[in-house]
């Protein structure tokens, strides 16, 4: 290594000199990123393995077949919101007695919960315990007093997306309404302000950009479900496609 010229005797030198520095560093960090990615790669994998044999509190395995762990949630896309949640307002309607409509800050004034769960996209990968934090939906629909006759959830977002999730898996304690994923706000890909999170079904039917929550008797299958993915979309029983 050669040694530093003396930069203040020899300023013509120092282009030269600071340009080797750079694509030395550049260098090194392009290793390191390499080295970086592959441990990533390592861990997942093992996380991988580790998930696939473990066995969850309600029986099942802890990553449904054909999954595989990824550390972070991948942005799937879709027509976003504002993102805003000076702009946000959600409407809890439809079968209940009480129709309500909050903003952010009222939407905090729910009761909160936080939940560990994981999410499974019905492309291949999951994520596993993400603590994740908001409003149960059946927290809203006791507020909103459901009526009898409603069986589904419909989870409504920006520009007309839909789900439908039957009441089953909408009022399981981890089926939320959510601003936070491991302390964070959400970006804006990622359904910012707010998104649903029915974590057993595939992640599609989590719609992001949430706008309203609608309570029904008859189904009504949503953007996904009527473009060829399965209506109810269960991981473990591999429900993908329609
Ligand atoms: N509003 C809305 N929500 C949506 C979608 C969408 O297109 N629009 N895509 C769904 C799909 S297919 C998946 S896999 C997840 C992806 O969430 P992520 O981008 O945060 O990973 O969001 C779901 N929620
Ligand atoms: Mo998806």
Not at 116 to 141: E, F, N, P, R, Y
Not at 200 to 220: A, E, H, R
Request: aromatic letters at 10%; proline letters at 7%.
């Amino acid at each position: 290594m050669p040694e530093k010229p003396d930069l203040d005797r020899y300023p013509e030198l120092a282009e030269r000199w600071n340009r080797r520095n750079f694509i030395k560093s550049a260098a090194a960090g392009t290793a390191l990123m390499a080295l970086g990615g592959a441990f990533v790669r390592l861990a997942a994998d093992d996380l991988t393995k580790a998930a696939r044999a473990a066995t969850r509190p309600d029986g099942r395995s802890k990553l449904p077949p054909g999954q595989r762990v990824l550390e972070f949630l991948r942005p799937m896309g879709g027509d976003a919101g504002d993102g805003k949640s000076e702009t946000f307002k959600l409407r809890v309607h439809g079968l209940v007695k009480h129709p309500f409509e909050v903003d952010y800050d009222n939407l905090l004034k729910l009761p909160q919960v936080e939940k560990i769960a994981d999410v499974h996209c019905v492309t291949g990968w999951s994520m596993l315990d993400g603590k994740w934090k908001g409003v149960q939906i059946k927290k809203l629909a006791e507020v909103a007093e459901i009526k009898p006759e409603a069986r589904f959830v419909i989870l409504e977002a920006a520009n007309g997306f839909t789900a439908n999730i039957p009441l089953k898996e909408a009022f399981a304690d981890n089926a939320l309404i959510t601003y936070r994923l491991n302390g964070k706000p959400f970006a804006l890909d990622h359904g910012a302000p707010v998104r649903g999170l029915i974590p057993d079904l595939y992640f599609w039917k989590s719609s992001k950009w949430l706008t309203g929550v609608k309570f029904v008797k008859d189904d009504q299958p949503g953007f996904w479900e009527t473009r060829g993915y399965h209506n109810h979309a269960d991981p473990w029983k591999e429900e993908r496609y329609g």
